[in-house]
């Protein structure tokens, strides 16, 4: 039976909190059975409870190659929970009446065409403004490299769309860099700049960037995909700049759970706004989504769970969050087409009942290597 080693790293924590040392080991063993069960080469992790970080590791290998263990630093492509974040922008303009969420989007990106009907910032906001998604496969392997938000833009801008705003939920990566352009318009920032300014640094987020094709981004993890025949191989390659606001970011699962209870705590948004992009919106004949402002809302054992997944080439990432209890699990895995739904729900659970009153525990010191069965 061939195997895989998987590597645990976990270093002293720098978090205040540190996870009860059983709990701890519970969740590396449901990672760990996971990464067998599906093959990933590498895992990343940071949770919190009670409002605050509590731990963060990598397990297995970010490099293959060159044999590079994953870390709690260690950076992935985050795909669509760019998706979130660029939500966040949008409702800070909204706030601040540079944006309002139901005028036409063409009232901020007047090089967008005329369509039909009109498309609103809500609509976009919450897949219902009938914009296409990918429609062929050299868009999804895009390598073509996009300088700016207006040359991504030309993609699918002339393109009729998909249903009348707001009859149809139709989820669309092409829609929310159409936001970002408004964003960049409302803001008089680049898109970036703005959320370096408005978001990432409020948030303490210190390692999230563009996903940059040519930037050198320490500790980037490499990405995998398997091929028909089961074997782990590399990647396609793919530029990302054709979709950054929808999912062209990169960072690390620290910093996506410091985004998660920044938007909680009312750092980036206030608690009536955060209340809004929580609840799910509804089409024009009145019945409802799952989708909010940004991200995925529904239920966990009768609590509220907001999230986002992502999945493009190299990667699977999830970001969810209980927003009552001040739970967060981020996940991040340099594998394609990976499954972590039901992994960060058995995480969340073992969560809930925690929280940072305690006086802070040692956390158990895992084993270095870990052998177990590759599933082919």
Not at 97 to 103: N, V
Not at 145 to 160: E, R, V
Not at 298 to 321: E, F, N, P
Request: glycine share 8%; hydrophobic share 40%; proline share 6%.
């Amino acid at each position: 039976m061939p195997w895989i080693v998987v590597i645990a790293v976990c270093l002293v924590s720098l978090h205040a909190e540190t996870l009860p040392p059983g709990r701890q080991h519970d969740i590396e063993r449901m990672i760990s059975q996971e990464m067998a069960r599906q093959n990933i080469p590498a895992v990343s992790i940071s949770v919190a409870a009670g409002g605050e970080i509590l731990w963060s590791s990598g397990f297995g290998l970010a490099d293959l190659e060159n044999y590079v263990p994953a870390k709690g630093s260690t950076v992935y492509r985050l795909g669509s929970i760019s998706k979130p974040i660029t939500a966040v922008a949008a409702l800070q303009l909204v706030e601040t009446g540079k944006m309002q969420l139901d005028a036409s989007v063409r009232q901020y990106v007047s090089a967008f065409p005329r369509k039909p009907w009109p498309i609103t910032i809500r609509q976009l906001l919450g897949h219902l403004g009938g914009i296409r998604h990918y429609d062929k496969v050299e868009e999804i392997n895009s390598t073509r490299h996009y300088p700016d938000l207006a040359s991504a833009l030309k993609t699918f801008q002339d393109d009729p769309l998909v249903a009348e705003p707001g009859t149809r939920f139709h989820y669309t990566t092409y829609g929310y860099v159409l936001l970002g352009a408004a964003i960049e318009s409302a803001s008089s920032l680049r898109y970036m700049d703005y959320l370096r300014q408005k978001v990432f640094a409020p948030a303490g987020m210190e390692r999230m960037r563009q996903d940059h094709t040519f930037a050198i981004i320490p500790n980037r993890a490499r990405g995998y995909t398997i091929s028909p025949d089961g074997r782990i191989q590399n990647c396609s390659l793919a530029d990302t700049s054709n979709k950054i606001p929808g999912g062209g970011l990169a960072s690390t699962a620290d910093d996506l759970v410091k985004f998660a209870l920044a938007v909680r705590k009312g750092t980036l948004l206030k608690r009536a706004t955060v209340d809004l992009m929580f609840t799910p919106l509804k089409l024009q004949d009145g019945k409802p989504t799952t989708y909010g402002l940004g991200w995925n809302v529904s239920s966990l054992d009768g609590r509220k769970i907001v999230s986002h997944t992502g999945g493009q080439q190299g990667v699977s990432t999830i970001l969810a969050m209980l927003p009552k209890e001040g739970v967060v699990v981020a996940l991040l895995t340099n594998l394609e087409r990976a499954t972590l739904r039901d992994l960060t729900n058995q995480i969340a659970r073992s969560l809930v009942d925690l929280n940072t009153s305690r006086a802070p525990s040692r956390p158990a010191t895992p084993e270095l290597f870990r052998t177990v069965p590759a599933k082919h």
